[in-house]
């Protein structure tokens, strides 16, 4: 087995570079009010018609993290929570100007996907994502957590 730095730290060091990249992207399309702790929402899955403990949940966060990110980002104008068919129960929803930071983020990604292909070569930089993507399924099973 290869000494350090062990593949957890090389994760973290480019999960950092993505972040930064995805920050600044989001930056530059208008969006200066948009901070890292933010991500915690805008992450994959993105918040369509959830519950906010669900959220909490899904992110690993307590629900008073949760909605105090919620509050900032519902104050900014990126998500609102509202109640569906009558109900007491508020859903969080993506308003236009969060689908606006999506797309940003989404361009970022497509463009480090590119630019990564070509620094490593296309059929390694997939066989890097069919790793990862593997390895996240596996991760994500109740078993595993």
Known sequence: MPGPPFFGALL????????????????????ADFQEPHFAVFSFPLPDGTRPSELARQKRMSRQAVNYLLSQLEDLGYVERRAVDGSDRR???????????VAAIFGCLRQLHEQWSKEVGKERFDDFVDVLKQLSTKAQEPANR
């Open 12 to 31: 973290r060091i480019v999960w950092q570079h993505v972040r930064e990249r995805m920050l600044q992207a989001i930056h530059e399309a208008g969006f």
């Open 91 to 101: 859903l969080v929803y993506l308003t236009p100007r969060g689908h606006e930071v």
